[in-house]
């Protein structure tokens, strides 16, 4: 255990007053975790010492409990806070002090691909998941006839983005579907089975939207490989949840959100190409020949804040301060918490796989014989709960069988919160909601 005494000596905490007011900082975070570095992460992630200090450097509304973190995550403190730096030294010369922020990116180009796994020559930083995606989907040549293969469950924009260059350029679009949740073989051999010799491109998610399912991307990549297939993978729900490296992945192109777990400020994405699909891909916003070959033709989007883009550096480092494998643990511990505390009320459907290795900090949770809509209603009105209810719709939206609250929890979230959840759950079950 992390000792009380190396708690007070890290917050330089004089009193107990001091204690519940003071805003951690980088430092401090730094501090609390190199105190616990001898330990484990799975060890760290029980540690309410430790977290305490990571939940203290967030400032949310701890009026309301937001298990909705997936949508899109508050920033901790130092990164809004460089967030409104950097606006302010840019208003006071957009076109100089912007261009001197600017300038700057480069940097946090490397330390992103530093930390994510990539060459930075490989990385462009986009607004979100969905231009990163759709640079990809509407950049590459395709013909009339050539065969895409995804999921019923990819995200509902990607799904869109595909169904409309259907309509443009005549390609087919085929959407595999799957039960939740599921092994990684079986999703490799349904997309094994599925490929065509019109088969031109995968596109999966790295896990979904809707129950966090994982897919087995390396193999599926190495597949694709082999039969002169391109890929496409959706991360933009895996990077900075958990830790792995983009080139281990052996995808084409990499899309992700940054502004979901790596908490960067709202209208922030990654986008990796591998090398030698960088002259071959449109970008979505036309860029001159002579930048083909060149990573920043995916960044020439005309006039926006400098200061979101540079504000990234402060999440990197927050991120790195806790450290990849500590969070996910973390994230993984709040997640079990929640569903062991439920899982043996045969009315509750986890849809989510909670082995080891599968799931961090998003699992859906089904009520038999409760409205999803309503249980999601109930949460807010009674619990100011904010969770996400996911039905499935049809085409042109994603298509699935089950239902359920999708519990995202971040990393500043109390366990008393967690709590907060399994009896409002618990109420709802034996009570009924409205
Ligand atoms: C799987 C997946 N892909 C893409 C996106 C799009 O992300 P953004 O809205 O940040 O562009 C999301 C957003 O939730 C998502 O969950």
């Known amino acids: 255990m992390w000792s009380r005494r190396a708690f007070l000596r890290i917050t330089g905490a004089i009193g107990t007053t001091a204690l519940a007011i003071r805003t951690r900082g980088l430092d401090d975070v730094a501090a609390a975790s190199a105190a616990v570095a001898a330990r484990s992460p799975d060890d760290?992630?029980?540690?309410?010492?430790?977290?305490?200090?990571?939940q203290e450097a967030y400032a949310p509304d701890r009026t309301l409990i937001n298990l909705n973190n997936g949508h899109h995550s508050p920033s901790p403190r130092v990164v809004q806070d460089a967030l409104k730096r950097y606006l302010d030294y840019e208003n006071q010369d957009p076109v100089y002090y912007g261009g001197l922020i600017n300038g700057n990116i480069e940097r946090?180009?490397?330390?992103?691909?530093a930390e994510f796994g990539c060459d930075p020559e490989e990385l462009a930083i986009t607004r979100n998941a969905s231009e990163s995606l759709q640079i990809v989907q509407d950049?590459?040549?395709l013909k009339a006839g050539d065969e895409i293969i995804t999921t019923h469950q990819d995200y509902p924009r990607m799904l869109t983005?595909?169904?409309q260059r259907a309509r443009r350029d005549k390609i087919r679009v085929t959407r595999l579907q799957f039960s939740v949740p599921t092994t990684q073989q079986d999703l490799y051999e349904r997309f094994e089975r599925a490929i065509t010799p019109q088969t031109k491109i995968l596109h999966f998610c790295h896990i979904t939207n809707l129950t966090g399912q994982l897919f087995p991307v390396q193999r599926l990549c190495r597949l694709a490989r082999e039969r002169g297939i391109t890929t496409i993978v959706d991360g933009a729900h895996?990077?900075?949840h958990f830790p792995f490296k983009i080139r281990d992945l052996e995808a084409d192109y990499y899309g992700t959100s940054l502004h979901k777990w790596l908490c960067a400020p709202v209208g922030n994405g990654l986008l990796y190409v591998r090398k030698e699909n960088i002259a071959k891909t449109w970008p979505l916003q036309a860029a001159s020949e002579r930048r083909s070959h060149d990573i920043r033709k995916f960044e020439e989007v005309g006039t926006m804040p400098a200061a979101p883009h540079a504000a990234i550096a402060e999440a990197l480092a927050f991120h790195?301060?806790?450290?990849?494998?500590?969070?996910?643990?973390?994230?993984?511990?709040?997640?079990l918490r929640w569903a062991n505390a439920l899982k043996a009320n045969p009315r509750i459907k986890i849809h989510s796989s909670l082995e080891p290795g599968q799931t961090w900090g998003m699992a859906m949770v089904g009520v038999d014989g409760i409205n999803t809509q309503a249980l999601s209603k109930f949460m807010f009105d009674k619990y100011r709960i904010i969770v996400n209810g996911v039905v499935g719709g049809t085409p042109p939206g994603q298509v699935f069988d089950y239902q359920g609250l999708r519990v995202t929890p971040n990393v500043y979230s109390t366990l008393e919160e967690i709590d907060t959840f399994v009896d409002a759950m618990q109420d709802g079950l034996k009570n009924g909601v409205p």
């Open 44 to 54: 760290v992630a029980s540690d309410e010492f430790y977290w305490r200090e990571i």
């Open 108 to 113: 946090v180009r490397r330390a992103l691909a």
């Open 139 to 141: 950049g590459i040549d």
């Open 161 to 163: 983005t595909w169904d």
């Open 238 to 240: 895996a990077v900075a």
């Open 320 to 335: 790195q301060a806790i450290g990849a494998e500590r969070k996910a643990q973390r994230l993984r511990y709040l997640t």
